[in-house]
């Protein structure tokens, strides 16, 4: 008999301070990128010739205040990242989270190097891939914490479906899609933020990603008899996200891209558009942890002798 992985709550604790500390870091970055203080820092790994832990508190003022912290910050979530992965290692016998955590290690080290070459090669291409990796890094830490959750470890053996075999697949192809818009519609966002182009390319999957979240929580709501197993306030929180990150990039737009926004104040711009970018990592998140979990308790079994047509999935 395979052995089950059992309930930790320190391990599930941890990732999740490991990926709280990572949506601050990409919080961090949407401020440095919004006060376009990339390169307010002009080397790296160093400060100023100084150690990066030893530099003066003193100094950190203006755009070094936000460009150091989010070296600070980084270098907390890569510690971070390696505790997870020691926990993962020590205390949950999965095989494939184990990989999963070094996954994230990856993630995280190849963040800090396109971070620096950042500074060091200044090339806008690698800001742009910096940041679309910060979501799919922060997506993967959610994602662990999910597995990690007494939910999913003390249901290993229980997942069954009470919707119909096509529902159940139908709802799991427009939860995936609309992940995979969103993340698109992030990377369409990146590029707007660092080059100034391709406004129409995220207009489109703006409204893309608007209507296929609206689809996805329709289905959710008329189809799905589990809802109690797979959480109702997920789409429903999907949805609120949905509605402030469209005023969000109204704003942004405004704001940025508008005579009328020349005469906003830099804080309110900067405050729009780093708001934009936190509440797209979460709407990214969010629909990923509701994929997960739609594969996770709409598992159809279907026996070898019975018909794909069967409109019933029994255990």
Not at 212 to 234: A, K, M, P
Not at 282 to 306: A, C, G, H, N, Q
């Amino acid at each position: 008999m395979k052995k089950q992985s059992s309930y930790s709550p320190w391990l599930h604790i941890v990732a999740w301070f490991t990926a709280g500390a990572t949506f601050l870091l990409i919080v961090i970055g949407g401020i440095v990128t919004s006060t376009e203080s990339g390169l307010a820092v002009p080397d790296w790994p160093t400060t100023f010739g100084y150690n990066m832990f030893l530099y003066p508190l003193s100094e950190m003022v203006g755009g070094i205040l936000y460009e150091h912290s989010h070296r600070l910050m980084g270098s907390l979530v890569g510690l971070l990242t390696i505790l997870l992965l020691v926990m993962l290692l020590v205390r949950d016998s999965r095989k494939w989270i184990k990989w999963l955590g070094f996954a994230a290690l990856i993630g995280v080290s190849v963040q800090g190097v396109l971070g620096g070459l950042r500074v060091t090669e200044l090339n806008l291409n690698f800001a742009i891939v910096h940041a679309c990796l910060a979501q799919a890094f922060f997506a993967l830490l959610c994602g662990i914490c999910w597995f990690t959750s007494r939910n999913w470890v003390e249901n290993q053996n229980h997942s069954e479906s009470t919707v119909d075999t096509v529902s159940a697949k139908k709802l799991r192809r427009l939860s995936l899609i609309t992940t995979c818009l969103i993340y698109v519609q992030l990377i369409f966002g990146a590029i707007l933020r660092h080059t100034g182009s391709r406004l129409d390319a995220h207009l489109l999957f703006a409204f893309l990603v608007t209507l296929h979240i609206f689809l996805l929580v329709r289905r959710f709501f008329s189809v799905n008899e589990n809802t109690e197993r797979i959480g109702q306030s997920l789409p429903l929180l999907l949805l609120g996200l949905l509605v402030v990150q469209l005023m969000l990039g109204l704003g942004a737009y405004i704001t940025k891209l508008t005579t009328v926004g020349a005469t906003a104040s830099a804080l309110l711009t900067d405050i729009v558009t780093t708001s934009h970018v936190a509440v797209g990592a979460l709407m990214l998140v969010s629909s990923f942890v509701i994929t997960l979990k739609i594969y996770r308790f709409t598992e159809t079994t279907i026996s070898v002798d019975t018909p794909v047509t069967s409109s019933l999935v029994t255990e």
